[in-house]
């Protein structure tokens, strides 16, 4: 510190200037983060030597204080490593998920969305995005699940099995392929990924983005509005009737179990319609989610053999609704 012009001091100045260049650079991530530091770093590191080297007048002071400052250098990049390791590390594991995710959608789309609907929200299959009975299964119990199928209810014909997806059990699938799908049907329960410290992306949402069969996407956006409408032809005409009866029954041949019946009907404004639940299982009355009718109902849960509820359609339009327990009891109702 003989005197202000001592190359040394200036070397300090330039290179705490660049170290600060750099770290703001590495800030604003005009350079990435590691490396803006990194250098900055290097900066201090090689003008702290230079100043040495200009204000210790003997070698013996020059390498000492030298040797103290790469010390110190090195003990600060060592836990910088080691941070900088398992961020590495996590990354990779996340993008491994992400990764297992979309295979998983690719596999539901394919194989489970017919019976699950695209988006997991049930037809003829139950819903199992973030079904809370679903979500109450271990990991174990899904794979089997799965890999086994359920097997048909012999008292009762009308109700449809799962079959089993494992390819040793005779199914279409690899143990591999099953554990994706059980990670993809988990990402849909917020608290399964919670507790698993995962990222809160639900897997349902990678299921567009693996179509590619025109056909199927066409199939993924009618699901997602609630169905389209069933032809004309589908429809009975009740027109003129001031009440009208709906039955919710067991139905027999059909592709599902339980069904409205008349499953679609065509009624006049102030029209009174009442269901009567005569299957052998609880049953729900709602307009269908995804679909803006003029008005909404919803029922509570109606009692297997007698459970009834009535509403009165006030307003013209289209009235899509459903079984929101069995989400594949699909019906419809036009007020005209
Ligand atoms: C042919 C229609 C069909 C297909 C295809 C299908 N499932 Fe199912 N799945 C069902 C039915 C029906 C049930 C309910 C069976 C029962 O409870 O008796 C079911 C039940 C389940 C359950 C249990 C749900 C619960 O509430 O406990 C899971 C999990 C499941 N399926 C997963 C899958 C996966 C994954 C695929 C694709 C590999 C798939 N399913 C394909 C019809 C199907």
């Known amino acids: 510190m003989e005197n202000s012009r001592n190359p040394g001091f200036f070397a300090?100045?330039?290179?705490?200037?660049?170290?600060?260049?750099?770290?703001?650079?590495?800030?604003?991530?005009?350079?990435?983060?590691?490396?803006?530091?990194?250098?900055?770093?290097?900066?201090?590191?090689?003008?702290?030597?230079?100043?040495?080297?200009?204000?210790?007048?003997?070698?013996?002071?020059?390498?000492?204080?030298?040797t103290l400052l790469f010390i110190m250098a090195l003990g600060l990049i060592m836990p910088i490593l080691f941070v900088n390791q398992q961020q590495v590390q996590a990354d990779q594991t996340s993008a491994q998920y992400d990764l297992t995710l979309r295979r998983g959608a690719a596999i539901f789309a394919q194989y489970c969305a017919t019976c699950h609907g695209f988006q997991g929200q049930g037809i003829d299959g139950p819903k199992l995005n973030n079904n809370a009975d679903?979500?109450?299964?271990?990991?174990?119990?899904?794979?089997?699940?799965?890999?086994?199928?359920?097997?048909?209810?012999?008292?009762?014909?009308g109700k449809l099995a799962m079959p089993a997806w494992l390819n040793t059990f005779g199914g279409s699938l690899t143990e591999e392929d099953i554990g994706y799908l059980v990670s993809f049907i988990r990402?849909?329960?917020?608290?399964?990924?919670?507790?698993?410290?995962?990222?809160?992306?639900?897997?349902?949402?990678?299921?567009?983005?693996?179509?590619?069969?025109?056909?199927?996407?066409?199939?993924?956006?009618?699901?997602?509005?609630?169905?389209?409408?069933?032809?004309?032809?589908?429809?009975?005409?009740?027109?003129?009737?001031?009440?009208?009866?709906?039955?919710?029954?067991?139905?027999?041949g059909g592709a599902q179990p339980w069904g409205f019946s008349p499953q679609n009907v065509i009624i006049s404004m102030g029209t009174t319609v009442t269901w009567t639940n005569v299957s052998n299982a609880p049953h729900t009355v709602v307009t269908r989610?995804?679909?803006?009718?003029?008005?909404?109902?919803?029922?509570?849960?109606?009692?297997?053999?007698?459970?009834?509820?009535?509403?009165?359609?006030?307003?013209a339009g289209d009235y899509p609704y459903y079984c929101s327990i069995h989400p594949g009891m699909l019906a419809w109702a036009e007020v005209k």
């Open 12 to 66: 300090v100045a330039v290179g705490v200037a660049l170290s600060v260049l750099f770290a703001l650079l590495g800030i604003t991530t005009v350079l990435p983060g590691r490396v803006g530091f990194g250098l900055a770093g290097v900066c201090l590191l090689v003008s702290a030597l230079i100043y040495i080297t200009y204000t210790r007048g003997n070698p013996v002071s020059k390498t000492g204080f030298g």
């Open 289 to 315: 989610p995804g679909t803006t009718p003029p008005q909404t109902f919803q029922s509570d849960s109606l009692n297997q053999g007698s459970g009834t509820f009535s509403f009165t359609f006030t307003k």
């Open 187 to 252: 990402s849909s329960d917020p608290s399964y990924l919670a507790t698993k410290g995962l990222p809160n992306v639900n897997g349902f949402s990678y299921v567009l983005g693996s179509l590619s069969n025109p056909t199927q996407i066409a199939q993924y956006h009618e699901q997602e509005k609630g169905g389209s409408k069933p032809p004309a032809n589908q429809f009975t005409d009740d027109t003129g009737k001031k009440q009208v009866n709906l039955q919710i029954m067991n139905m027999v």
């Open 134 to 157: 679903v979500n109450t299964l271990s990991d174990d119990d899904l794979t089997r699940i799965i890999s086994g199928g359920i097997p048909g209810d012999p008292t009762n014909p």
